[in-house]
């Protein structure tokens, strides 16, 4: 077979991306590669400035090209029409020659925050002048200048705190592009941006706080100097007018809208409909810019009449998160509460305490020096909850020491030996769990909100595991450990770390520390206050997080020690929302409502949240917490979703409030994994507490989180403590039995109480659904090519989508989607692809599994593994002859190893960017031969024989990008990975 030369790589790789807007080297983000750390320009800042840039191009259909600016050179820049620099503060000397000559030849640069004196004058400036604290005014939104940036919003949210100001040469060709706005929208005439033939100049950091209106700003801006993007984009906005979750088109959108049954979703869907002839008659007679203008409002509209369709309902959360314990920038507690209420909110978590701070009069906690002067923040939050009706929970940052510590509290508890420490032996800002008096400050530190507040509806933690996976390796850990294992720690602490011997006895003592602070707060906090609610907002992966960051949550439900779990599910996708909370429903206790937290500051459209609220709906969610309540979410967000999903007030229980009823679920067979067939009868049963003398019940079947009427189809019979329910559902969709009305105790003169239950859901699937599980059952079906048979594990995997959509379209190779790892299905299989998955990770952790891989490799099977799968984080290897998982290793540059097939025509002494964040080290085994690696020599991917057949075990997240969203491979990537293919294949090159 004929290997493909790089060139023909690349154009593979980038035809598995379609995009309206500019080619990938039109626009290059440069990176500032940060080799000596400070407080505000450690590479993780760095890198998530030029994330943000990134993913608001992303957003509006811009491929971009990220190039170091150690890399910055003639050939980086050759095809690149505009170079956009992020926060670039200390630019090399040869990157800003590049860029010069850049700009003499055409080019164009965009520069945020900072850009070096030799390139100021290119761009019509004298220089720039600091301004920050006192001194400058409190920002909140840049006015755009039409006649300057035409197509921009009339203005952008960006509370900047430090800017450097551009002072504009006379004459020079530079002019004032936008202003600043303070909070109460007044001019202060402070230079937000300038603008000059050659480039920009915008005087902070992209904040990225307003995405919708943040996509139309670069739209104009690059539009300045990019003509054709008009175009592009107008085409792109027009294509993309009614996309939504579950509509695809405008045709689909009016029937939403229709179905609703509101004028106002009427009118705006009439207006998008308009607005978009207008767009098109505006770019056929050559007026792009014109065009956009009404693209934009076609937009507008289109998404009005979606979040104007959309359903509301009863008997849920409605929470928000707000990180700052003072409320919304420059806006009392009165008015950061207030528009919660006005828009259909019941609930506010607020972040008022750290593990060495509190904005609060505490006897526990250092106090911080805020507060002689605001005030107690509980005190005045919670009279803002009670007057206008929300519910507060008090969110404690738990071992964390936070940024607001007062001075010298950390440098005292570091001393003190009272944090923890990393790997390597840097000491961090979390206090150790272990320790009895780290244990007593942050359980009494709860204890006393509880005591001190009786009004609070509840206490919240946060940060409630440890910082990561590498954490803690102090010696009063190692000390505990010994006590708790009841024997020396030998090779410490190489013993206890990713990998070793002793890891996994260290993770269930990790576990324990964390989870004696859940039940010691739970049961004191119930003890003083039976009514007190306790939660935890936790990490989505509940199956990882027990051995990655001892966060056990799945015992916590199970030992009741949560009144409620919020999820930290912050997902752009919804795909990956859905992933998610399908895992986590089934696993919460009925009795135990799922608050799932969305991410809402990372969507470009307040769609895109009601879309996700929609979605936990429907998926069995009982409630939502947005992250987060800021001067955005108040000001557009908050009224958007008020329009429809949020709309009226929730006026009767919330699920945590009430009395929980034990169900009983119709149990399924083993054929459609769990799902029903629509059709098939459903029984449910549901009973109160024994404390609970008699009921007065109403029962609902909800479908897709929404009650429905189902008529005969629904049977109802009411026992004194209980209901039956059978249902013969018609349709597919997730089933929930709602069960509502008053209770009576037993005591004589008991009064009636209200309560409001639901069972978790069912799911009923259509006759196609039925039959497409089935198939995922059977082995893989392949074309006949009489290519490689090269089967690609599916389910959602990280990578596996751009891998399978690469290998289909390489000549050779017969590509083909595994569902399934039966004995069967594996024999079908010359080569069979393992991405790291991204749900059912339990049948990577079973022996079973393993050997069967390792049976399948044995009999002449090829296999590769991806990131994880290598063997880490409680995933087998399946051949540890070979290899076996290491540890995770920062960074995403590898090299060439040494000469082997797998990287024949790869450069060797060559440094590749992986598209991932991090990489896996393995260990080789016996059989097992090195074959790429970090710079600094640590293995990451390894190859060799066993048995009959081979395995290729690559720490690489193949196909993996930023926000672990599936990315086409590199160049360099995709080389090796179909070399690993045909060497797994044995097919020879030629």
Same mark, same amino acid.
């Given at each position: 077979?004929?290997?493909?030369?790089?060139?023909?790589?690349?154009?593979?790789?980038?035809?598995?991306?379609?995009?309206?807007?500019?080619?990938?080297?039109?626009?290059?983000?440069?990176?500032?590669?940060?080799?000596?750390?400070?407080?505000?320009?450690?590479?993780?800042?760095?890198?998530?400035?030029?994330?943000?840039?990134?993913?608001?191009?992303?957003?509006?259909?811009?491929?971009?090209?990220?190039?170091?600016?150690? !890399?910055?050179?003639?050939?980086?820049?050759?095809?690149?029409?505009?170079?956009?620099?992020?926060?670039?503060?200390?630019?090399?000397?040869?990157?800003?020659?590049?860029?010069?000559?850049?700009?003499?030849?055409?080019?164009?640069? &965009?520069?945020?925050?900072?850009?070096?004196?030799?390139?100021?004058?290119?761009?019509?400036?004298?220089?720039?002048?600091?301004?920050?604290?006192?001194?400058?005014?409190?920002?909140?939104?840049?006015?755009?200048?039409?006649?300057?940036?035409?197509?921009?919003?009339?203005?952008?949210?960006?509370?900047?705190?430090?800017?450097?100001?551009?002072?504009?040469?006379?004459?020079?060709?530079?002019?004032?592009?936008?202003?600043?706005?303070?909070?109460?929208?007044?001019?202060?005439?402070?230079?937000?941006?300038?603008?000059?033939?050659?480039?920009?100049? #915008?005087?902070?950091?992209?904040?990225?706080?307003?995405?919708?209106? /943040?996509?139309? #700003?670069?739209?104009?801006? =690059?539009?300045?100097?990019?003509?054709?993007?008009?175009?592009?984009?107008?085409?792109?906005?027009?294509?993309?007018?009614?996309?939504?979750?579950?509509?695809?088109?405008?045709?689909?959108? !009016?029937?939403?809208?229709?179905?609703?049954? %509101?004028?106002?979703?009427?009118?705006?869907?009439?207006?998008?409909?308009?607005?978009?002839?207008?767009?098109?008659?505006? =770019?056929?007679?050559?007026?792009?810019?014109? @065009?956009?203008?009404?693209?934009?409002?076609?937009?507008?509209?289109?998404?009005?009449?979606?979040?104007?369709?959309?359903?509301?309902?009863?008997?849920?959360?409605?929470?928000?998160?707000?990180?700052?314990?003072?409320?919304?920038?420059?806006?009392?507690?009165?008015?950061?509460?207030?528009?919660?209420?006005?828009?259909?909110?019941?609930?506010?978590?607020?972040?008022?305490?750290?593990?060495?701070?509190?904005?609060?009069?505490?006897?526990? &906690?250092?106090?911080?020096?805020?507060?002689?002067?605001?005030?107690?923040?509980?005190?005045?939050?919670?009279?803002?909850?009670?007057?206008?009706?929300?519910?507060?929970?008090?969110?404690?940052?738990?071992?964390?020491?936070?940024?607001?510590?007062?001075?010298?509290?950390?440098?005292?508890?570091?001393?003190?030996?009272?944090?923890?420490?990393?790997?390597?032996?840097?000491?961090?800002?979390?206090?150790?769990?272990?320790?009895?008096?780290?244990?007593?400050?942050?359980?009494?530190?709860?204890?006393?909100?509880?005591?001190?507040?009786?009004?609070?509806?509840?206490?919240?933690?946060?940060?409630?595991?440890? +910082?990561?996976?590498?954490?803690?390796?102090?010696?009063?850990?190692?000390?505990?450990?010994?006590?708790?294992?009841?024997?020396?720690?030998?090779?410490?602490?190489?013993?206890?770390?990713?990998?070793? @011997?002793?890891?996994?006895?260290?993770?269930?003592?990790?576990?324990?520390?964390?989870?004696?602070?859940?039940?010691?707060?739970?049961? !004191?906090?119930?003890?003083?206050?039976?009514?007190?609610?306790?939660?935890?907002?936790?990490?989505?992966?509940?199956?990882?997080?027990?051995?990655?960051?001892?966060?056990?949550?799945?015992?916590?439900?199970?030992? !009741?020690?949560?009144?409620?779990?919020?999820?930290?599910?912050?997902?752009?996708?919804?795909?990956?929302?859905?992933? =998610?909370?399908?895992?986590?429903?089934?696993?919460?206790?009925?009795?135990?409502?799922?608050?799932?937290?969305?991410?809402?500051?990372?969507?470009?459209?307040?769609?895109?949240?009601?879309?996700?609220?929609?979605?936990?709906?429907?998926?069995?969610?009982?409630?939502?917490?947005? #992250?987060?309540?800021?001067?955005?979410?108040?000001?557009?967000?908050?009224?958007?979703?008020?329009?429809?999903?949020?709309?009226? %007030?929730?006026?009767?229980?919330?699920?945590?409030?009430?009395?929980?009823?034990?169900?009983?679920?119709?149990?399924?067979?083993?054929?459609?994994?769990?799902?029903?067939?629509?059709?098939?009868?459903? %029984?449910?049963?549901?009973?109160?507490?024994?404390?609970?003398?008699?009921?007065?019940?109403?029962?609902?079947?909800?479908?897709?989180?929404?009650?429905?009427?189902?008529?005969?189809?629904?049977?109802?019979?009411?026992?004194?403590?209980?209901?039956? @329910?059978?249902?013969? +559902?018609?349709?597919?969709?997730?089933?929930?039995?709602?069960?509502?009305?008053?209770?009576?105790?037993?005591?004589?003169?008991?009064?009636?109480?209200?309560?409001?239950?639901?069972?978790?859901?069912?799911?009923?699937?259509?006759?196609?659904?039925?039959? @497409?599980?089935?198939?995922?059952?059977?082995?893989?079906?392949?074309?006949?090519?009489?290519?490689?048979?090269?089967?690609?594990?599916?389910?959602?995997?990280?990578?596996?989508?751009?891998? =399978?959509?690469?290998?289909?379209?390489?000549?050779?190779?017969?590509?083909?989607?595994?569902?399934?790892?039966?004995?069967?299905?594996?024999?079908?299989?010359?080569?069979?692809?393992?991405?790291?998955?991204?749900?059912?990770?339990?049948?990577?952790?079973?022996?079973?599994?393993?050997?069967?891989?390792?049976?399948?490799?044995?009999? /002449?099977?090829?296999?590769?593994?991806?990131?994880?799968?290598?063997?880490?984080?409680?995933?087998?290897?399946?051949?540890?002859?070979?290899?076996?998982?290491?540890?995770?290793?920062? /960074?995403?540059?590898?090299?060439?190893?040494?000469?082997?097939?797998?990287?024949?025509?790869?450069?060797?002494?060559?440094?590749?960017?992986?598209?991932?964040?991090?990489?896996?080290?393995?260990?080789?085994?016996?059989?097992?031969?090195?074959?790429?690696?970090?710079?600094?020599?640590?293995?990451?991917?390894?190859?060799?024989?066993?048995?009959?057949?081979?395995?290729?075990?690559?720490?690489?997240?193949?196909?993996?990008?930023? /926000?672990?969203?599936?990315?086409?491979?590199?160049?360099?990537?995709?080389?090796?990975?179909?070399?690993?293919?045909?060497?797994?294949?044995?097919?020879?090159?030629?």
């Amino acid at each position: 077979m004929t290997s493909l030369p790089h060139r023909h790589l690349r154009l593979l790789a980038l035809s598995l991306i379609t995009s309206l807007g500019a080619l990938a080297s039109d626009v290059v983000l440069v990176r500032q590669i940060q080799k000596t750390p400070t407080k505000w320009t450690t590479q993780k800042i760095i890198d998530q400035y030029v994330d943000r840039v990134r993913r608001r191009l992303d957003a509006v259909g811009l491929i971009t090209e990220t190039v170091r600016d150690t !890399g910055l050179d003639a050939e980086s820049l050759s095809t690149a029409r505009v170079a956009i620099l992020p926060y670039n503060p200390g630019l090399p000397a040869p990157a800003v020659e590049q860029l010069v000559a850049f700009i003499k030849k055409g080019g164009k640069i &965009l520069s945020f925050y900072h850009m070096d004196a030799r390139l100021q004058p290119l761009l019509g400036l004298e220089g720039t002048a600091f301004r920050g604290g006192k001194e400058l005014p409190s920002l909140a939104r840049v006015r755009f200048d039409p006649a300057v940036l035409p197509g921009a919003p009339e203005s952008m949210g960006q509370a900047s705190w430090n800017i450097n100001e551009p002072k504009l040469l006379r004459g020079k060709g530079a002019k004032v592009a936008g202003t600043w706005l303070d909070s109460e929208e007044k001019d202060t005439g402070i230079v937000a941006m300038s603008h000059h033939p050659n480039g920009a100049y #915008f005087a902070h950091i992209y904040l990225d706080e307003d995405p919708a209106t /943040g996509g139309r #700003f670069f739209l104009a801006l =690059l539009g300045t100097y990019l003509p054709d993007l008009w175009q592009h984009a107008v085409e792109a906005r027009l294509a993309r007018l009614a996309s939504f979750s579950d509509i695809r088109d405008m045709a689909a959108l !009016g029937q939403a809208v229709a179905a609703a049954g %509101r004028q106002e979703a009427d009118t705006a869907f009439a207006q998008a409909g308009r607005s978009r002839d207008e767009a098109r008659r505006l =770019l056929a007679e050559g007026k792009p810019a014109e @065009a956009l203008a009404a693209a934009e409002a076609a937009v507008t509209a289109a998404g009005d009449a979606f979040l104007l369709s959309r359903r509301s309902r009863q008997g849920e959360l409605r929470g928000a998160w707000i990180h700052s314990a003072y409320g919304v920038r420059d806006w009392t507690w009165d008015q950061s509460i207030k528009v919660l209420a006005d828009n259909g909110f019941n609930a506010i978590f607020v972040n008022m305490c750290w593990g060495a701070v509190a904005h609060y009069e505490s006897k526990v &906690l250092p106090v911080h020096p805020y507060i002689a002067t605001r005030g107690d923040q509980i005190k005045l939050c919670l009279a803002a909850c009670q007057k206008y009706g929300i519910e507060l929970h008090v969110w404690k940052v738990n071992w964390n020491m936070g940024h607001y510590a007062p001075p010298g509290i950390k440098d005292k508890m570091v001393a003190a030996g009272r944090t923890q420490v990393e790997l390597g032996g840097k000491p961090s800002e979390f206090l150790a769990p272990h320790l009895d008096e780290n244990f007593e400050l942050e359980r009494d530190a709860m204890l006393e909100i509880v005591r001190k507040y009786p009004a609070v509806a509840g206490i919240h933690f946060d940060y409630i595991r440890y +910082p990561n996976s590498r954490c803690d390796f102090s010696d009063s850990a190692r000390d505990a450990f010994a006590k708790w294992l009841g024997q020396e720690v030998k090779d410490w602490p190489k013993s206890c770390a990713s990998g070793g @011997a002793l890891r996994a006895k260290y993770n269930e003592w990790r576990r324990g520390n964390i989870s004696r602070l859940v039940k010691a707060v739970s049961e !004191g906090a119930h003890g003083i206050r039976p009514d007190i609610k306790v939660s935890a907002a936790v990490f989505g992966a509940w199956d990882s997080t027990p051995d990655s960051i001892a966060q056990d949550t799945v015992s916590w439900l199970e030992k !009741g020690w949560l009144d409620f779990v919020c999820p930290m599910d912050y997902m752009d996708s919804n795909a990956g929302l859905a992933r =998610l909370v399908s895992m986590q429903e089934p696993l919460t206790p009925a009795g135990v409502p799922l608050y799932v937290g969305i991410g809402s500051w990372r969507h470009g459209t307040t769609a895109r949240t009601a879309e996700q609220i929609d979605l936990v709906r429907r998926l069995g969610g009982d409630g939502f917490i947005c #992250f987060a309540h800021n001067t955005t979410f108040a000001r557009r967000v908050l009224p958007d979703l008020a329009k429809g999903v949020t709309r009226g %007030r929730v006026t009767g229980l919330m699920p945590h409030h009430s009395v929980a009823g034990d169900f009983t679920l119709p149990a399924p067979g083993d054929a459609l994994g769990g799902a029903f067939r629509v059709g098939e009868e459903l %029984r449910f049963e549901m009973e109160l507490p024994d404390t609970v003398r008699q009921i007065k019940p109403e029962v609902s079947i909800l479908r897709d989180g929404y009650a429905v009427r189902l008529g005969e189809r629904l049977q109802v019979k009411a026992s004194r403590r209980g209901v039956r @329910a059978d249902v013969r +559902p018609l349709e597919p969709g997730h089933y929930r039995l709602e069960v509502s009305g008053t209770w009576l105790g037993k005591k004589r003169k008991a009064q009636p109480q209200p309560f409001l239950t639901r069972s978790r859901s069912v799911r009923v699937i259509s006759a196609d659904e039925a039959e @497409a599980f089935l198939a995922k059952q059977r082995p893989p079906v392949f074309r006949g090519t009489g290519g490689v048979r090269v089967a690609v594990w599916q389910d959602g995997a990280y990578g596996a989508a751009p891998i =399978l959509a690469l290998l289909e379209q390489t000549p050779g190779l017969d590509a083909a989607p595994l569902w399934n790892l039966k004995r069967e299905s594996l024999a079908t299989c010359q080569v069979v692809l393992l991405c790291q998955p991204r749900t059912g990770h339990q049948l990577f952790k079973e022996k079973d599994t393993a050997r069967e891989l390792s049976r399948f490799v044995s009999r /002449g099977g090829g296999l590769l593994t991806t990131h994880a799968l290598v063997g880490v984080r409680g995933y087998l290897p399946p051949v540890p002859k070979v290899a076996e998982g290491g540890d995770r290793v920062a /960074g995403a540059t590898w090299r060439v190893k040494s000469y082997h097939q797998i990287t024949a025509g790869i450069p060797r002494q060559r440094d590749f960017a992986a598209t991932f964040a991090d990489r896996i080290s393995v260990k080789v085994g016996s059989r097992g031969r090195v074959v790429a690696c970090t710079p600094e020599g640590i293995p990451i991917v390894a190859a060799g024989v066993s048995g009959k057949g081979r395995y290729v075990a690559c720490g690489l997240g193949l196909g993996i990008g930023k /926000g672990d969203r599936d990315v086409a491979l590199s160049e360099a990537e995709t080389s090796l990975l179909l070399g690993a293919v045909r060497w797994l294949g044995n097919v020879r090159q030629r």
